[in-house]
């Protein structure tokens, strides 16, 4: 069984603090995906990234994919309430063209 | 434009019963993947679907799950004689190419409760 442990599990934080959550596997990944999940309903995709060392930015966030590619961040500068929700990431391992595998997720809180 | 649809949004079962879930992919999207997600935990892939073709179902947990997609559009995941670890929230995905790599679009899900 491939795992991809994210952490931390639940992180609440204060408006305008910057946090950063982690996935990690011990396996290598052809690509890896981060997804945003609200309440009710399914996972948004946020951001793929491919390439080992690749650093991609969407506003206030900012991915990166470890040279490896085992492991993977997402680091929010200046949080939102609006950033409050499940932080998912999901990779697709090498050999498996469709089979996406998710961590289990960080649980955000933004406080205001 | 529409998005991945899922019908019931919610389903109450007695253990023992048999349950149906509906998914209406985007129109023309050609591949559908089933999920399964516990509560606290990511989704765990079930199934897949390449137009009406089930090319993986190595996820489904025992021989009660079984999904369907006939005519290559609108699937549907049936669970049989439902236990209690059945409940979950069940998501459809669709994507628009056969390459699994593809973005999946996902439905809210169908939250299933089996007491």
């Known amino acids: 069984t491939q795992l991809l442990e994210q952490s931390p599990q639940f992180l609440s934080i204060q408006e305008g603090e910057n946090l950063t959550v982690y996935c990690n596997s011990s396996?290598?990944?052809?690509?890896l995906q981060w997804y945003r999940q609200e309440p009710g309903e399914g996972p948004v995709l946020l951001v793929t990234?491919?390439?080992?060392?690749e650093v991609k930015k969407l506003k206030r966030l900012t991915f990166q994919f470890g040279d490896a590619r085992k492991d993977s961040s997402l680091h929010i500068t200046a949080a939102q309430p609006g950033d409050t929700g499940l932080y998912l990431c999901?990779?697709?391992?090498?050999?498996?063209?469709?089979?996406?595998?998710f961590g289990s997720g960080t649980q955000l809180t933004v406080l205001p | 434009g529409a998005g991945v649809s899922q019908s019931p949004r919610y389903k109450v079962a007695k253990r023992g019963q048999d349950v149906a879930l509906r998914c209406d992919p985007i129109?023309?999207?050609?591949?559908l993947f089933w999920y399964q997600q516990a509560l606290g935990q990511g989704p765990e892939f079930l199934t897949y679907?390449?137009?009406?073709?089930?090319?993986?179902k190595s996820g489904l947990p025992s021989d009660r799950f079984f999904a369907e997609r006939p005519e290559g559009s609108v699937s549907t995941l049936k669970i049989q004689r439902t236990q209690q670890e059945d409940s979950a929230v069940y998501l459809c995905?669709?994507?628009?190419?056969?390459?699994?790599?593809?973005?999946?679009?996902f439905g809210p899900g169908t939250r299933l409760t089996v007491l």
């Open positions: 995905a669709s994507s628009p190419s056969g390459q699994g790599r593809d973005t999946q679009y």
């Open positions: 396996s290598v990944f052809s690509s």
């Open positions: 990234v491919v390439t080992g060392g």
């Open positions: 999901a990779g697709f391992f090498s050999g498996s063209a469709r089979q996406l595998t």
């Open positions: 129109s023309g999207h050609v591949s």
């Open positions: 679907f390449q137009n009406e073709a089930q090319l993986d």
